[in-house]
């Protein structure tokens, strides 16, 4: 560790030199912009090390010349002190630790493609494991040191790496760049599908011998593309076996019947599926003692927004127990301490996520140990008894925690952008409840603008969610940073409407089919009680901006009421028959509850392009911005709504980013959507 400890002593000196700046920012602080805000760094990937002695995690910087984050992996002690940067390629992702703590293996696309990398900690440069064409993915670090895992996107029939190369090299030379497709799914979210899949490979630690595929020949991924991370793949403690979530039936684009399968680390034999229930297994995570898997399941089948049940797999009977049917929240990130009797999980509740603890037997009540805040990405040390975790809120990026047992002892490890948030004067969020539609209790969070003064009107934006089953967080955002919003001089109003998550099952379910019913009557009732409540709202200006989901609801009010001085729809959903080009098809049907031919009445009745004529009526002006790369929601619906307003001369601007999908995230794209953003509210609302 000697190169660790030389390096903290600089880092160290930053961090003393950091505090005399926050002492002298105390006196100035103004509120935050984008500049501010993409300054910050974006702490992840927390790992903690074997013996709880250590986190390694990246750190990611904006780099708006280059157009890209730069991410390099730290280390820090979990008894507190200054960090240490291990890497400074700005392509390092990912890190994983050998057990025995002497080394870490990360991802680097420092060379081209992302590959494997070891580091080890008493000094020296990482050195490069795999050279595969196609590249390397999701890494694993097998219990007994010998063993890393990986995932690599193939071609199926390919039987080595040369064939892989070739292949690859013959479509780059084809001057026909045409796509072609036989069945769906043919691309997702951002990207075609050109015939490969992700494999799980393997290959010795000490790079004696060259990767293995434990998949060969499959046509399915691993894990399912766009739906699955590092958690869907796990080593058994004997470091035998790998288990696996893969979606192995044929049409994909209407399956959401993620498995679980196992497979020995020999390859000898097939993966051996062990789950067949129609819903989502994913998540498997070995008991200490081997004795049992633990996963989380959705057992709705084409519903990706079921609730995750806490499932026990015992490996003997092969019999599954569900061990949280009575607890009305989504368990995710499942962890195991030393001595196999306890489950740990995270768990969406209202704007929160919570670490939950709870008996690895059914019936058991899970209990919070980290309550009250927004947790994620937790890892436990062997012995189970030190958890390293994210923690943020809508004022604070996310930076690293550390607690012994429960949330009384917590202490913030890192502290990455004290300096910059020192200068910045922010409003945390304030919650309410309302009678939402059918007198439902409905949750909403809102945010004064910087030097408030109550004797002031100021304009309200609401902010509108997506998903539709997702939810507004007590967490920082860099695509729709609310506190950005709220420094223009805008009270911002998020409502987490029917549909969202974190608030039971049944309040999720409650969007399905009625997509402009309740969930807008939510909306519409939460700005009727805000501008009751807080008389420093100024009701003749208000405007409503949403993404996704959140778009089609800005899409939905353009076309059913007047009220708003203005409107921003981001990659919205505007045409429901229209957006049938979708590629994930189970989540149009689940949703409509059915297709376009076999439920024709609920696309017409959902759709804001059948009221098209109000935006004419209404004339509420419109800012539709969209991604080209967007597959999610064609981008097409957005070019239809614009074509709409300006037709009937609705005061409307169109934003089209060639290079970006369902979301923006090139530093210079989101500058310039901020400011069009921002513009747009100055003209027509303040």
Not at 444 to 466: C, E, N, Q, S
Request: hydrophobic share 35%; glycine share 8%.
């Amino acid at each position: 560790m000697k190169a660790i400890l030389l390096r903290s002593v600089v880092v160290g000196a930053l961090v003393l030199s950091d505090g005399f700046a926050i002492a002298a920012q105390e006196a100035a602080k103004h509120p935050i912009t984008f500049d501010d805000m993409i300054k910050m760094h974006r702490v992840a990937e927390p790992r903690i090390s074997p013996d709880g002695k250590w986190v390694a995690y990246t750190v990611a910087t904006p780099d708006m010349d280059a157009n890209r984050n730069a991410s390099n992996i730290w280390i820090v002690p979990t008894s507190g002190g200054a960090p240490s940067q291990l890497t400074q390629s700005g392509h390092d992702s990912s890190p994983v630790w050998s057990p025995d703590g002497k080394a870490l293996a990360f991802l680097s696309s420092r060379s081209g493609d992302s590959q494997v990398y070891l580091l080890s900690l008493e000094g020296g440069e990482a050195q490069r494991l795999t050279k595969l064409s196609t590249g390397a993915d999701l890494v694993k670090w097998s219990p007994d040191g010998k063993t890393i895992a990986f995932t690599s996107s193939v071609y199926p029939d390919c039987k080595d790496d040369d064939c892989n190369s070739k292949r690859d090299v013959e479509k780059e030379k084809n001057k026909v760049k045409a796509h072609v497709a036989e069945h769906l799914l043919y691309r997702h979210w951002t990207h075609w599908n050109e015939g490969k899949r992700a494999h799980l490979f393997v290959v010795p630690a000490d790079g004696s011998a060259a990767p293995r595929d434990l998949t060969a020949g499959a046509d399915y991924d691993v894990p399912p593309d766009e739906r699955g991370g590092p958690g869907d793949i796990n080593f058994s403690p004997d470091s035998k076996e790998l288990c696996f979530t893969a979606v192995t039936d044929k049409m994909e684009a209407i399956s959401t019947n993620g498995d679980l399968y196992t497979v020995p680390v020999t390859g000898v034999i097939l993966p051996l599926r062990i789950t067949t229930q129609p819903g989502f297994d994913g998540e498997p995570a070995y008991s200490p003692d081997g004795k049992y898997i633990a996963y989380h399941a959705q057992l709705t089948a084409g519903y990706e927004a079921d609730r995750w049940r806490v499932m026990l797999y015992d490996r003997q009977t092969r019999k599954i127990e569900n061990l949280t049917e009575g607890f009305d929240r989504s368990a995710d990130e499942l962890a195991w301490p030393a001595d196999s009797k306890t489950i740990y999980f995270t768990a969406e509740n209202e704007t929160q996520k919570p670490v939950y603890a709870m008996a690895a037997r059914a019936g058991a009540e899970p209990k919070k140990i980290i309550a009250d805040t927004y947790n994620t990405a937790i890892s436990f040390s062997k012995d189970g008894k030190t958890l390293a975790f994210e923690r943020t809120n809508l004022t604070m990026p996310a930076e690293l925690f550390v607690a012994t047992g429960d949330d009384s002892n917590a202490h913030q490890l890192t502290h990455y952008n004290d300096s910059i948030l020192a200068a910045l004067e922010m409003n945390p969020a304030e919650t309410f409840w309302f009678d939402g539609a059918e007198g439902t209790k409905v949750q909403a969070m809102l945010i004064r603008p910087p030097k408030f003064d109550a004797t002031k009107k100021y304009p309200l934006l609401v902010l509108l969610h997506g998903g539709p089953q997702t939810k507004w967080s007590n967490a920082w955002g860099y695509r729709w940073n609310a506190e950005v919003f709220s420094a223009a001089g805008y009270v911002t109003l998020m409502i987490n409407r029917r549909g969202s998550t974190g608030y039971g099952q049944k309040f999720t379910d409650e969007i399905t089919n009625d997509w402009g019913g309740r969930a807008y009557v939510d909306v519409m009732n939460g700005v009727d009680f805000a501008l009751k409540k807080y008389p420093f709202i100024d009701g003749a200006r208000m405007a409503a901006a949403g993404g996704s989901y959140g778009g089609y609801v800005a899409d939905w009010i353009a076309t059913h009421t007047g009220r708003f001085k203005a409107i921003i729809s981001h990659a919205s959903v505007y045409d429901k028959v229209a957006m049938y080009a979708t590629e994930e098809l189970w989540f149009e049907e689940h949703d409509m509850q059915g297709t376009p031919w076999t439920n024709p009445e609920s696309y017409h009745k959902w759709a804001p392009v059948t009221y098209a004529g109000k935006l004419g009526e209404f004339k509420t002006p419109t800012l539709v911005i969209c991604g080209e790369r967007d597959y999610r929601v064609p981008y097409t619906q957005s070019l239809e709504l614009f074509s709409a307003l300006q037709r009937q001369g609705v005061p409307s601007k169109l934003v089209v980013f060639p290079d970006e999908g369902h979301w923006v995230l090139k530093p210079q794209n989101s500058q310039f959507w901020y400011k069009t953003f921002l513009d747009w509210l100055a003209l027509y609302v303040k």
